[in-house]
């Protein structure tokens, strides 16, 4: 430890959550220390339109909120720092983060705002070929599909929304969808069965995903089909594709926290309505313990609400002790 200041409030995560936790604690006079991890602004940093984010009638971009997120957290004194926590020590208080790049840090509250990562088919050709024609964001690599015929697989919002995205430039999206009916809201699969470049095939799973060239004499590879495997029927075939846009769902991102914090059977940090941890002073915000909202709006509120409790926290802290706050705080989950 380089000295013995200690922070009043750390902020794991730069997500919609992470930041809006720090702008409400930075106008609360805690100058709060943030993490950014390595996806800087989060999930919402890849999205190509975001139209649900009140306050932006015309929609913006994911960049541009973000970019937003983080000036209005810095003008009131928030400190980003562009590291990578890999572990922590909540067994004691005040906590300790230690960081990718060597630093220890202390602190009074730590807020967990990790979000989640995309979640994998786990098939053949999936992790060899990332970047070769498999992709996790359509926003990125669409450009690179123009005129060309990419599949979907998934049936949530996040396929659908990207899928249709992706029309702007595939002249064919095949979404893939191993149930008979998607998951997506309304509005987004009326959109969607509307859309003439996009085609479905339902009941059905990627078995492998299959490229041509890579063969080490210089050429990358290059995704050129898919093994599709209709469940019902059992039939298998080779699609021919020339992108695979996989949007299967999220994980949690607590493989951190593991020990130190209750997580539930799906990887979830556990919290209770007022966003407090299953440790007094930890608070958790956003995807990393909400399986159901995941928007960038609920994350952001649910960010704004754990800073507030955290100011609560650190008042009683400061009148009474930890133990007492902690007895306030402490019943988590
Ligand atoms: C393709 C796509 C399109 C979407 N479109 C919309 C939309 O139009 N409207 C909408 O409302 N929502 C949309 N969403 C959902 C929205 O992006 C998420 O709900 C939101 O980003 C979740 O915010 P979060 O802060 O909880 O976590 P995340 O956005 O997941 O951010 C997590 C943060 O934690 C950091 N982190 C992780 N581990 C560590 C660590 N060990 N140390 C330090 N930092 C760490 C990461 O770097 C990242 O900054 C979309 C999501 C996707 C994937």
């Not at 009638?57 to 004194?77: H, I, N, S, W, Y």
């Not at 003439?196 to 095939?201: A, D, G, R, T, W």
């Not at 997580?263 to 966003?275: F, K, L, N």
Request: aromatic letters at 10%.
């Amino acid at each position: 430890m380089s000295d013995n200041h200690v922070e009043q409030v750390i902020i794991i995560g730069s997500g919609p959550a992470g930041y809006t936790a720090a702008l409400y604690a930075a106008r609360a006079d805690l100058s709060p220390l943030l993490f950014t991890g390595n996806e800087i602004g989060g999930q919402v940093a890849i999205t190509y339109e975001v139209e649900n984010y009140p306050g932006f009638p015309d929609g913006l971009t994911g960049p541009e909120l973000v970019e937003k997120f983080q000036k209005q957290a810095e003008k009131f004194g928030a400190r980003i720092q562009y590291d990578w926590v890999n572990e922590v020590d909540f067994s004691q208080h005040p906590f300790v983060v230690r960081t990718a790049n060597g630093g220890e840090h202390r602190a009074e509250s730590v807020i967990v705002s990790t979000g989640a990562t995309h979640r994998k088919l786990d098939v053949p050709g999936e992790k060899e070929y990332t970047g070769f024609g498999v992709s996790y964001c359509g926003t990125c690599d669409g450009f690179f599909f123009r005129g060309k015929e990419v599949i979907v697989v998934g049936g949530g919002d996040s396929a659908l929304e990207e899928g249709i995205f992706l029309t702007k430039f595939a002249a064919k999206v095949t979404v893939v969808h191993r149930r008979e009916e998607l998951r997506a809201s309304k509005i987004l699969q009326d959109r969607a069965f509307a859309n003439p470049k996009i085609e479905y095939k339902w009941n059905t799973v990627v078995e492998r995903i299959n490229a041509a060239g890579g063969d080490g004499n210089g050429t990358p590879p290059k995704v050129v089909s898919a093994t599709l495997r209709n469940l019902k029927t059992g039939e298998v075939e080779d699609f021919r594709t020339d992108g695979v846009f996989i949007f299967v769902g999220h994980t949690p991102n607590s493989q951190l926290f593991q020990g130190q914090l209750a997580i539930d059977e799906a990887g979830y940090v556990q919290t209770d309505r007022r966003y407090h941890a299953s440790v007094p002073g930890v608070f958790a915000a956003g995807e990393i313990q909400d399986p159901v909202f995941r928007q960038v709006i609920t994350s952001a509120g649910q960010g704004a609400a754990a800073a507030m409790q955290v100011e609560k926290f650190l008042g009683e802290l400061k009148a009474h002790g930890y133990h007492h706050a902690a007895v306030e705080h402490g019943l988590a989950v």
